[in-house]
């Protein structure tokens, strides 16, 4: 099946510095990726559609300044936490649809941001 | 809106015991529903989904959900639990077809007691 690969999977950074983190789709062509954060003890919430080449569409309340998010070829596509700060601790998940896997979205494993 | 609420964030049951989550989504147009589970520190894995045609659904870990149209439902069963079952499980609607973003219920934890 697809696999969708994120690293790092876990970071801890100071406040005030950025962090990118990074989303593949190791063996299939996406357009379209998905970010998603996701609370403790919560459900996930979608931030931003990520589209290959042309800006990526954020939901709304999402800060576009400070998560940026670059998606520079098919399978490849970043998300970086700018200024990062103690609310941006979550967990961010990344994902991927394919042409044929009808509606099927494929996740990767998630990235662990803790900001000290 | 397209919204889906799972009830019961929190459902514990026996080893071996019957397994049924349940989730309710509102839709305008026939969506497409999902099942995921999410293991501790982990992304989501696709326990099964319904597009079009048969309406029970079977999926990995030997779970299965049927949609009801009538009822706006799509809840996920086990005849049998097992420790292993243990996790958060995600009920999805994709809200635009085959390659939109997907709207999540607030989970359920599953807990399985010995």
């Known amino acids: 099946g697809a696999v969708v690969s994120q690293h790092p999977s876990w970071v801890i950074c100071k406040s005030g510095t950025s962090v990118k983190i990074e989303c593949r789709s190791l063996?299939?062509?996406?357009?379209?990726m998905f970010w998603y954060r996701q609370f403790p003890k919560q459900s996930l919430m979608l931030m931003a559609t990520?589209?290959?080449?042309?800006?990526?569409?954020?939901e709304q309340g999402v800060e576009k300044d400070k998560f940026l998010i670059n998606h520079a070829s098919l399978t490849l596509s970043t998300l970086t936490v700018t200024s990062a700060h103690p609310e941006d601790s979550s967990f961010y998940i990344c994902?991927?649809?394919?042409?044929?896997?009808?509606?099927?979205?494929?996740f990767g494993p998630g990235t662990r941001l803790t900001v000290t | 809106a397209q919204s889906v609420t799972q009830l019961g964030s929190h459902v514990s049951v026996s080893e071996g015991a019957l397994v049924l989550l349940r989730c309710n989504y509102s839709?305008?147009?026939?969506?497409?529903l999902f099942w995921y589970v999410q293991y501790p520190n982990q992304g989501l894995q696709l326990l099964l989904k319904?597009?079009?045609?048969?309406?029970l659904v079977k999926g990995i870990n030997g779970f299965e959900a049927e949609f009801k149209k009538s009822e706006t439902s799509f809840h996920l069963t086990k005849p049998s639990a097992h420790m292993s079952d243990a996790a958060e499980y995600f009920c999805?609607?994709?809200?635009?077809?085959?390659?939109?973003?997907?709207?999540f219920g607030k989970g359920t934890k599953l807990s399985v007691k010995p």
């Open positions: 999805a609607v994709s809200p635009s077809g085959s390659q939109g973003n997907l709207i």
């Open positions: 994902s991927a649809p394919t042409r044929t896997s009808g509606g099927e979205q494929y």
């Open positions: 839709s305008s147009v026939p969506p497409y």
């Open positions: 063996d299939f062509q996406a357009t379209t």
């Open positions: 319904y597009t079009t045609g048969a309406t």
């Open positions: 990520s589209n290959e080449g042309s800006k990526a569409t954020y």
